[in-house]
């Protein structure tokens, strides 16, 4: 009887969406890791994306309750129902509530449609019998029994939280989410969303099925009708076959995803920051420019970019036959992970990318963000690595405790490497970069996301390591390399502006850092007092009550310190500060690569 009353109401949902993908042969990824190049393309496929699952119609007009992940959001894509009759309609989406998982949907239909009342729902008894109804997977309205066996249930699973559930040990299996569950009276209990077949510790567990309550149900259901009413015109709108590409797609071939903290944090990169390339289209722009698919885009032209938002923004005011920087990075090509546009670069007299085999021998290298197997510990992935670079059997252990010595990880040498902090995590990669004792070494943004104790003890071990190692240190972070680095080599756009010791080149730019002065100036107009002195080529005023901060800027080679005394003698200045600041590489580098900055 409960069942004739309501399986005519029961619907089972299709959501679609035509993507379009860049795959490759699993095998090709294991061929370049060990032999160091790709036999093949990846092809490029169309892929239909489907969701399965179940809701129950609520009113003739055909409004349907579903779970919120079954559509999710679903106003662009296709959605399908499937009547307990056999027929099948498209609905189009209006509203839902990731708190709750609930949405709602319509049929794009005018008929009356038989449904489920809200009015009179269960009292939800603990111990009374239960029965789920759903489209199982996928075979149909299909049914299961079993008793209320809690209320008020919190729980979490696969990192989404659910609150005041009911609980249920009748069997709710994939398909089932978005169904109703009703007594043997045929009164809503509930509708179906959450199997917990493991509890959080691992453990595996029977008949712990969860549903939302039918009073959540009923007051959701209520709010979404009076967003229906302010919406009569959605279910007119066509629905598209396939989503219309990007701009980074359409111009470039390049598919672009943000890089949420579920991503930062599996492939340890720096939060906040850049967007990752999920695929790249054989043939297309950022395909013949050497981009892949794993890279990430710090700026579009000179624009810092965290968002794919702000790749499309930005991408959109291209016009038609420009060209568009992206900033990856230059130890790309240096580490062969991607051939140069135009020159080519050599390491131990080898070309990185047409023998990047012999070149790399030579090479060792720590990326901005080390790739780590958390799962393994320290020793055990030092070992495991040594074997992969080709040390000899004989001598891995021996440069296993070498390396460990050196960079200071003896007293976590049996810890899981996801234990350790982000300072030891590049420890080890760069004991890694050493392991085959390589005659160069490549540091890329080594302190970057350290707090200051750990840059200080990553600072001090590559000091320690440059007696014996030529090192190649990559960082937009300039003091580190005044305090770190022998000599720089000032890269833009490609070409090299400048290479000598930070000396020679703090000694050669116009700007030779400047002089900050505070003082009281009484009615004087000082900065216009202070640019007559020989040697100030710009003043900067701010003020602290009635003091005044002057800040100069002079030529190279001007100490204009005894000009500025003399004067502050002579108009009667209150004399607070009278400093030199001394030119920086930060200087220097914005100088030699935005000269009108200057």
Not at 268 to 284: F, H, K, M, N, Q
Request: glycine share 8%; charged share 25%; proline share 5%.
């Amino acid at each position: 009887m409960a069942l004739a009353k309501v399986l005519p109401a029961v619907v089972n949902i299709n959501t679609e969406r035509v993507v379009r993908r860049t795959v490759r042969d699993p095998f090709e990824d294991f061929y370049a890791q060990f032999f160091g190049y790709d036999r093949g393309r990846p092809r490029e496929i169309r892929q239909t994306l489907q969701s399965l699952g179940s809701g129950f119609i609520v009113d003739p007009a055909g409004h349907i309750v579903t779970n919120q992940h079954v559509v999710e959001r679903a106003a662009n894509l296709k959605i399908q129902v499937t009547t307990n009759d056999g027929k099948t309609h498209n609905a189009h989406y209006i509203a839902g509530d990731d708190k709750t998982d609930l949405a709602f949907i319509k049929i794009d239909a005018k008929t009356a449609f038989p449904f489920i009342s809200l009015d009179n729902i269960s009292p939800n008894l603990l111990g009374e019998t239960v029965i789920v109804v759903g489209n199982a997977v996928g075979y149909g309205s299909s049914i299961s029994r079993g008793v209320l066996s809690a209320v008020k249930r919190n729980i979490t699973i696969e990192n989404i939280e659910y609150k005041d559930l009911v609980q249920t040990d009748a069997a709710i299996n994939p398909g089932n989410s978005g169904g109703p569950v009703i007594d043997i009276s045929g009164r809503l209990v509930g509708i179906s969303s959450a199997k917990m077949a493991f509890t959080p510790q691992g453990v595996p567990t029977q008949g712990l099925g969860f549903a939302i309550p039918a009073e959540v149900v009923r007051d959701s259901v209520s709010r979404f009708k009076k967003i229906a009413e302010k919406e009569p015109t959605t279910g007119n709108q066509p629905i598209p076959n396939e989503t219309s590409p990007s701009n980074a797609e359409r111009l470039f071939g390049m598919q672009l995803q943000d890089l949420s903290e579920e991503l930062t944090g599996a492939l340890d990169y720096a939060p906040g920051r850049g967007v990752l390339i999920t695929a790249v289209e054989p043939g297309s722009p950022a395909d013949q420019a050497g981009i892949e698919r794993g890279l990430v885009i710090y700026r579009v032209a000179r624009n810092e970019v965290n968002s794919v938002k702000q790749v499309e923004d930005l991408l959109g005011q291209a016009q038609k036959g420009a060209s568009v920087n992206f900033a990856i990075t230059t130890m790309r090509i240096l580490t062969s992970f991607m051939p140069p546009t135009s020159g080519r670069a050599t390491i131990a007299g080898f070309d990185v990318f047409e023998q990047s085999l012999q070149a790399r021998t030579h090479l060792g290298y720590m990326p901005e963000h080390v790739p780590l197997y958390n799962d393994m510990r320290v020793t055990e992935y030092l070992d495991y690595r040594a074997a992969l670079k080709g040390v000899p059997h004989r001598r891995v252990a021996e440069r296993v405790g070498d390396v460990k010595e050196l960079c200071g990880l003896k007293e976590v040498e049996k810890k899981l490497i996801g234990t350790l902090s982000k300072g030891y995590r590049q420890r080890v990669g760069l004991a890694d970069a050493l392991l085959h004792e390589p005659d160069l070494l490549i540091l890329d943004e080594p302190t970057i996301g350290l707090d200051p104790n750990q840059i200080r003890q990553v600072r001090e071990l590559i000091k320690n390591l440059g007696k014996q190692h030529t090192i190649l240190l990559s960082t937009h972070i300039l003091p580190e390399v005044e305090m770190t680095c022998s000599r720089v080599i000032i890269i833009h756009k490609g070409r090299i502006e400048a290479c000598d010791t930070p000396e020679n080149l703090l000694g050669k730019i116009r700007q030779a850092g400047g002089v900050v002065l505070e003082a009281k100036v009484g009615p004087d107009n000082g900065a216009e007092e202070l640019k007559k002195i020989s040697g100030v080529r710009n003043v900067i005023v701010d003020a602290d009550g009635d003091w005044k901060i002057f800040s100069l800027r002079v030529e190279s080679g001007a100490d204009v310190r005894e000009e500025i005394f003399r004067l502050a003698t002579a108009r009667r200045w209150t004399v607070r500060e009278l400093t030199q600041r001394r030119a920086t590489l930060e200087d220097v580098f914005v100088e030699l690569t935005h000269p009108d900055a200057v």
